[in-house]
Structure formats: structure tokens, C-alpha cells
């Protein structure tokens, strides 16, 4: 049973550039969450897709959007990159379904702007 | 709102002895708290979390955590320390015990276990 996968797993970016990062989530969860985990902090939420839409938001700008597909995978966009982006980024899945379950977390990407 | 307060973002402990990682939270709700562990170059694992039955937890790889409402603390321990539990450890709190809402995270505390 395939946990939740990320890729890439590293990256490499310019200031102003865009990217964008993907997750796939466990076998069965519907719920994708993205958290932001900055050098020396812990990880900050960023947002949540359930069924194709942004269902909660945290204190991030609009540069940051995402995506989730039909097959519950999603993706993280980031536009015009500031050096301060550079981060650990984490997927974490969940299934509405099962309300006492705990996110499970894939290994992230690792985006270093330059 | 709902924050999280880790105190030492490092602690050192020789194998055998006693892992004590301290996190206090402050939250408007009665909360839900979850202790992590992140090894390097990887993710977060779910350690354990309170969930408003037992106010003592167990969790995996012997670690256990007591919920203190008069105190607002959700400390970690482990009876004697073992060189693979060398990490980096982050307690979070939420408003629900899945995933239905977001996790805050304290700053997380780096246990270094010595031989």
C-alpha cells in the first residue's frame, strides 16, 4: 500500500521563476493538505483541496495556488519565487470518511530558490 | 487561534536515560494534540495524539505523552533513550483529531542521543 508520494524530490529554482510540485495521496484519502516547512521551523499550513477545491487557506499570498485532480492527486503552484520560498514542502493526506484518522505525510520536496 | 510553544529547540541525553520534550499549547477549544517525528530527509510520522479520552497516551517506539489541561502542556517522554531516536520531534495542536482541519506546529525540539 503506496503511502503519500511527492515528487520531485528536489529542486532548483531561480527568484521570479514558477514551479510547481505534486503529490500523490495513500491508497483511499480524498483530502490533500500543504504545509511549508521553512530551515530550523516547524511546518506552517499553506492549504487544503476536498473534492477539487481549496476548502481551507492559510496565511500565505496568492502566489501560492494549487490544484486537486479527479483522482485526488494535487498540485502545488508557486509563482514569481522569492529567495524566502526556499522550504521543505510536505503533502499530508486524509480520508473525510474517517474522522479520528491521523494525516499521513509524504517525505516532501525540497525547493531551493536561488 | 491556536498555537503551539516547544520548549528547547535542542535536548541532549545519553542512551538509557530519560527523553523529555516539553510543549505547551494555548487554544479557545478544548484541543486535540499530536506529537511528530521528522528523521532526516523525511516526512512527519505520527508518534501519538489526544483525542479527549485517556489523558495519558501511548504511542509508538515506547514514547507516551500526558495531557495537563491546568498546566496547558502535552509533554513527551520515553523512559530510556535509544541512539535511534535521535530526531526532530514537533508537537501540533488541532480543532479536530484528523485531518478535517489544519495543524499548528510548534518550532520543533532536535533530540540528540549520545553513546
Known amino acids: 500500500d503506496a503511502g503519500v508520494t511527492q515528487s520531485p524530490t528536489h529542486l532548483i529554482k531561480t527568484r521570479g521563476q514558477q514551479v510547481t510540485l505534486r503529490c500523490s495521496p495513500k491508497?483511499?484519502?480524498?483530502?490533500v493538505s500543504w504545509y511549508q516547512q521553512a530551515l530550523g521551523q516547524g511546518p506552517q499550513f499553506i492549504f487544503q483541496?476536498?473534492?477539487?477545491?481549496?476548502?481551507q487557506r492559510g496565511n500565505f499570498p496568492d502566489r501560492f495556488s494549487g490544484h486537486q485532480f479527479p483522482n485526488y492527486s494535487s498540485e502545488l503552484n508557486v509563482n514569481a519565487l522569492l529567495l524566502g520560498d526556499s522550504a521543505l514542502y510536505l503533502c499530508?493526506?486524509?480520508?473525510?470518511?474517517?474522522?479520528?484518522?491521523?494525516?499521513?505525510f509524504g517525505n516532501g520536496t525540497r525547493l531551493t530558490v536561488t | 487561534a491556536q498555537s503551539v510553544t516547544q520548549l528547547g529547540s535542542h535536548v541532549s541525553v545519553s542512551e538509557g536515560a530519560l527523553v523529555l520534550l516539553r510543549c505547551n499549547y494555548s487554544?479557545?477549544?478544548?484541543?486535540?494534540l499530536f506529537w511528530y517525528v521528522q528523521y532526516p530527509n523525511q516526512g512527519l510520522q505520527l508518534l501519538l495524539k489526544y483525542t479527549s479520552a485517556a489523558t495519558l497516551v501511548k504511542g509508538i517506539n515506547g514514547f507516551e505523552a500526558e495531557f495537563k489541561k491546568s498546566e496547558t502542556s502535552f509533554h513527551l517522554t520515553k523512559p530510556s533513550a535509544h541512539m535511534s531516536d535521535a530526531a526532530e520531534y514537533f508537537c501540533?495542536?488541532?480543532?479536530?483529531?484528523?485531518?478535517?482541519?489544519?495543524?499548528?506546529f510548534g518550532k520543533g525540539t532536535m533530540l540528540l542521543v549520545s553513546p
Open positions: 483541496y476536498y473534492e477539487e477545491e481549496e476548502r
Open positions: 491508497s483511499g484519502h480524498d483530502t
Open positions: 499530508a493526506s486524509s480520508f473525510q470518511g474517517a474522522p479520528n484518522s491521523p494525516l499521513h
Open positions: 487554544s479557545s477549544v478544548p484541543p486535540y
Open positions: 501540533a495542536v488541532s480543532l479536530t483529531p484528523s485531518g478535517y482541519s489544519t495543524l499548528t
